[in-house]
């Protein structure tokens, strides 16, 4: 690659002009002592994507070149977004975890840390949140009282299901799958068949009588579970990469994000509608049940059985929760340390906030919006 059109790479970068000609230097001088070795033919496209990667990757060696990094993030972040997460713009409590715990944020921004958690999912009614470490389930109140706590190893994905007065909680250890009772006792290992794979169960909603989980197999197929009889409900045909499952709000439909195909299951005997859409990731009903689906770069918005394209960017998406008004839908970018509210309606906007590593301990994982103040 000529000099020229390595200059025009960095040209592109929005940087301040001191700060991107000390980086040009330390990209010159490597240029300068590289190795000859006999020419090739090669894609171009590769070449141009692995001199960007090279010449970022050494310009953030130095403190002028970390001036270029930020830069990057900037051109691939929303712009005028705020520099922090001041409030929501509708009511309710976000629950996030990640490297620097587990937080619920308020509606008027106001943020309480719950503990040193990296999991968390809220409990039906919104009235505690399960937390997990990979050595330790709790039961924390939104103040951050611990009202109980096991000691297990491996633990991933706690999910907390069931009616206000009797509740249950799903999780994972190890492939193996356990549920306990909301106050922590009656601890125990589900010996169904199949065994779970490591990807969040999920609880049907407490519209609908009983303790009916949803899991996914081994072999990736969708098994539904009665955790009170302890027996399969129903169980599907295999499906390649299955990624997230999650239920309409109603309890009548899950659905399943597999790595070429949105599946909508009904959920009294398991037949099943077939949406070929591929890289989805995440999916998430609003109250209304209105179903969301995150790709890589994009959120859709269901149609029916036809999904269409509501917000893209360049940059690569994570995470995806509704407003308890089913008014907006949150995601996040994190190479641009950034949360981004998508508004639906006529009047559609879109916001968005920054700077989330400073003021979480790390770039937080979303786990949920929900009513409240």
Do not use: C
Request: aromatic fraction near 6%; glycine fraction near 10%; hydrophobic fraction near 45%.
């Amino acid at each position: 690659m000529s000099e020229r059109n390595v200059r025009r790479l960095l040209d592109a970068i929005p940087a301040d002009p001191d700060a991107e000609e000390r980086a040009w230097a330390v990209v010159q001088a490597a240029h300068a002592a590289r190795e000859p070795v006999p020419r090739r033919p090669r894609n171009r496209a590769a070449l141009v994507l692995a001199a960007a990667v090279v010449a970022i990757a050494a310009a953030a060696l130095s403190p002028p070149g970390r001036a270029v990094v930020h830069a990057v993030r900037k051109s691939i972040g929303i712009a005028g977004a705020q520099p922090g997460l001041f409030r929501l713009p509708a009511p309710g409590r976000v629950l996030l975890s990640g490297p620097g715990g587990a937080w619920v944020v308020g509606a008027d921004g106001s943020a309480r840390r719950l503990g040193a958690f990296r999991e968390a999912a809220w409990s039906p009614h919104a009235l505690y949140v399960v937390a997990s470490s990979p050595t330790m389930l709790a039961a924390v109140a939104p103040n951050g009282t611990v009202h109980w706590k096991l000691d297990r190893r491996d633990i991933r994905f706690a999910r907390w299901g069931g009616s206000r007065a009797d509740t249950r909680i799903a999780y994972l250890t190890s492939g193996r799958l356990h549920v306990v009772a909301g106050d922590g006792t009656g601890d125990a290992e589900v010996n169904a068949q199949p065994a779970a794979a490591l990807v969040a169960p999920a609880w049907r909603p407490p519209t609908r009588p009983g303790h009916v989980l949803a899991y996914i197999t081994t072999g990736g197929r969708v098994a539904v579970l009665d955790t009170d009889r302890r027996a399969i409900a129903w169980i599907s045909h295999g499906y390649a990469e299955p990624r997230s499952l999650a239920w309409s709000p109603d309890g009548t439909t899950l659905a399943l994000a597999a790595a070429r195909t949105i599946v909508l299951f009904d959920a009294a005997n398991g037949r099943a509608r077939t949406v070929p859409i591929a890289g989805v990731r995440a999916l998430a009903f609003s109250a209304s049940g209105r179903l969301a689906l995150l790709r890589t770069h994009s959120v859709l918005l269901m149609d029916g059985t036809r999904p269409r394209t509501f917000f893209s960017t360049r940059a690569a998406l994570a995470g995806l929760a509704w407003s308890p008004d089913g008014h907006w839908l949150l995601t996040g970018l994190p190479a641009a340390d950034q949360w981004v509210f998508l508004q639906r309606g006529s009047g559609r906007r879109v916001l968005a906030v920054s700077h989330l590593r400073a003021q979480f301990g790390g770039l937080p994982t979303l786990d949920g919006w929900v009513p409240g103040t």
